[in-house]
């Protein structure tokens, strides 16, 4: 394992989590590997919540997308976008 990103293996009840540099996956673990077409959507949906952001003068750090079962977290940290997926039962990770 990668162990500049070993801290997303503990983050508690996560399945899998995806690390995206410039639009590229370069790294994946449990539910999220090999889902390149997830990292896809999920850069258009930044890009689309990019200018609603900043017209408050603000960008935001972290979003969450819920589903039935499960969640994904999606952290933004200079030039690298985490997205993890967790069970619903978890709580939405604070970033503040």
């Known amino acids: 394992m990668d162990s500049s990103f070993a801290f997303l293996s503990r983050i508690p009840d996560q399945t899998g989590y995806m690390v995206i540099s410039d639009g ?16 896809s959507n999920i850069m258009k949906i930044l890009r689309i ?7 408050v003068g603000e960008s935001f750090e972290s979003l969450t997308i819920a589903f ?19 069970k619903l039962a978890a709580t939405p990770i604070e970033t503040k």
Not at 68 to 86: A, M, N, Q
């Open 49 to 55: 919540g990019a200018p609603l952001t900043s017209s």
């Open 24 to 39: 590229a996956v370069i790294k994946s673990e449990g539910d999220l590997t090999n889902h390149d077409s997830l990292a």
């Open 68 to 86: 039935s079962d499960y969640f994904f977290t999606i952290s933004l940290s200079g030039p690298l976008t985490f997205i993890v997926k967790r």
